[in-house]
């Protein structure tokens, strides 16, 4: 009984070990960059995620063009009452850039970096942005091919050229390259953006319940693969490190059971701009009220409607 309970401890004590050291290499690799504003503190705790278009050293946008623009923008908040919500920021959203003026909000990142995308998410959302966190779309495919596959479903048949995606009508097992062919994609759909962005919290959705079901968190070697390809593909402000990014995924599949991953309200998605072709055109006041909803933790599922 004693040599079984020793054994029990040591087994113990090398998972631990082991954990910690895959956490400590991790948190080494992950890059920072100075992205914060240095605003007031507003209640609850806010990342702003950012997908970037990051390809050995350039940015590739979703035509295969070079570019410099962030292509996925979601805003994950944590409330002081403990709920958790997830909103989508639609890249083709009608802003107000600091210094620039009216565009999408896409250019932000474009014209200043992460930096400047902050800067304009807090003047547009009215929360103060406490972590940055940015994802290379490569990451995307090494994330899933770590894990071994994601279960996606599409509601027809898809061969889009431009992403790369193609899939017949329900749902599939599917590994990294098609994975990040399935949030890229917008040009086959008719909501393009819009789309887009419920496609991309279904993949939120599919990679979470893949990385806490049994085949991955009791398969030491499928935990390094996923340390090694999650933390390599991060850039996160100068104060966000691996014990931040857990706090997150944690409010993340939190939003996801209770069904807090909300849209912002939307009066059009094809106004004219003068700057940034048809955008996506938004009420100054409904726009204020859904975010401080948010921010105060009593926004509901009917709130993104």
């Known amino acids: 009984m004693r040599l079984g309970m020793t054994l029990v401890a040591l087994l113990l004590v090398i998972v631990l070990g082991w954990g910690a050291g895959l956490a400590l290499w991790a948190n080494s690799r992950i890059e920072h960059v100075d992205a914060l504003s240095g605003a007031a503190d507003t209640p609850g705790t ?20 070079e570019g410099g623009r962030a292509d996925t923008m979601m805003l994950l908040h944590r409330a002081a009452n403990g709920k958790s919500y997830l909103v989508s920021l639609p890249r083709d959203t009608l802003v107000d850039i600091p210094g620039h003026g009216k565009y999408k909000l896409n250019a932000a990142y474009s014209f200043g970096g992460p930096k400047l995308m902050v800067k304009t998410v807090e003047e547009f959302t009215g929360m103060t ?14 994330t899933v091919d770590a894990v071994g596959h ?8 898809v061969d889009d050229k431009k992403s790369g995606l193609k899939m017949t009508k329900g749902c599939h097992d599917v590994g990294g390259e098609q994975a990040l062919a399935y949030v890229r994609a917008r040009y086959f759909d008719p909501t393009a953006d819009i789309g887009r962005q419920a496609r991309q919290q279904q993949f939120v959705a599919a990679l979470m319940d893949r990385v806490t079901s049994p085949a991955v968190l009791l398969n030491p070697f499928a935990q390094a693969k996923l340390a090694g390809a999650g933390s390599g593909a991060l850039l996160t402000d100068d104060h966000t490190g691996l014990v931040d990014l857990g706090r997150a995924g944690l409010a993340m599949r939190r939003s996801m059971k209770d069904g807090t991953n909300l849209s912002i309200p939307i009066v059009t998605e094809n106004y004219q701009t003068n700057n940034s072709g048809v955008a996506i055109l938004t009420d100054e006041t409904e726009t204020k009220q859904f975010f401080s909803s948010i921010e105060d933790g009593t926004a509901t599922a009917k709130s993104g409607d």
């Open 46 to 65: 806010t990342y702003l995620i950012a997908g970037s278009d990051a390809r050995g050293g350039k940015s590739v946008a979703d035509d295969g063009t």
């Open 129 to 142: 942005i406490d972590h940055y966190v940015e994802v290379g779309f490569d990451g995307v495919t090494d």
């Open 150 to 157: 994601v279960n996606l479903c599409i509601d027809k048949d």
